[in-house]
Antibody
Framework: QVQLVQSGAEVKKPGASVEISCKAS????????VHWVRQAPGQGLEWMGW????????KYSQRFQGRVTITRDTSARTAYMLLSSLRSEDTTVYYC???????????????????WGQGTEVTVSS | DIQLTQSPSTLSTSVGDRVTITCRAS??????LAWYQQKPGKAPKLLIY???SLESGVPSRFSGSGSGTEFTLTITSLQPDDFATYYC????????FGQGTKLEI
């Protein structure tokens, strides 16, 4: 079935970096962009950025610009999110999510997120 | 940034009730609004996209309406499985989410 499976929980020290993976199955990986969203404990959802899985183009939230890097490996059917210069406020759950629209649809950027990974908990603590 | 304000933040309801949740945008987002349901410890689940389109597999008791800056999610005849937190999301300019509405028994 169509699914996104994320890597496991991470514990990092302040100032370090964390990379989370998101492996796709059940569909053509390069046809649907992947977004990254995070959610602090008991808080709302915050979009971080997306990667066009076909051409590798990216777009980031201004809030994370300079600290986040999203990439993809088409042979591995996997998207990655690297967050650097970690601080305590980055202690949250991180999700990858698929764009509902095929990237061949010129309006794909405006569409919702239809398939989500299970989430990866990141703890930043000294 | 486009801000989304949901109301109410919490709603005490009962099985069988009709529920309406409102989402207001700080500027027009045309119809680029989605609704998600989230249960504790789980990822969000897409219910409605483009303001009023029902995602495949989602029960027809869920419906969405609105355009511009005012949107609503309606659940007719609330079922036990519907007690969760609901979020709206705009995708007109970047992506932002509302703060959530928790449905309580």
């Amino acid at each position: 079935q169509v699914q996104l499976v994320q890597s496991g929980a991470e514990v990092k020290k302040p100032g370090a970096s964390v990379e989370i993976s998101c492996k796709a199955s059940g569909y053509t990986f390069t046809s649907y962009p992947v977004h990254w969203v995070r959610q602090a404990p008991g808080q709302g959802l915050e979009w971080m950025g997306w990667v066009h899985t076909g051409n590798g183009n990216t777009k980031y939230s201004q809030r994370f610009q300079g600290r986040v890097t999203i990439t993809r490996d088409t042979s591995a059917r996997t998207a990655y999110m690297l967050l650097s210069s970690l601080r305590s406020e980055d202690t949250t759950v991180y999700y990858c999510a698929r764009s509902r629209s095929h990237s061949g649809n010129y309006l794909w950027e405006y569409d919702a997120f239809d398939i989500w990974g299970q989430g990866t908990e990141v703890t930043v603590s000294s | 940034d486009i801000q989304l304000t949901q109301s109410p933040s919490t709603l005490s309801t009962s099985v069988g009730d009709r529920v309406t949740i409102t989402c207001r945008a700080s500027q027009s987002i045309i119809s680029w609004l989605a609704w998600y349901q989230q249960k504790p410890g789980k990822a969000p689940k897409l219910l409605i996209y483009k303001a009023s389109s029902l995602e495949s597999g989602v029960p027809s008791r869920f419906s969405g309406s609105g355009s511009g800056t005012e949107f609503t999610l309606t659940i007719t005849s609330l079922q036990p499985d519907d007690f969760a937190t609901y979020y709206c999301q705009q995708s007109n300019i970047y992506y932002t989410f509302g703060q959530g509405t928790k449905l309580e028994i």
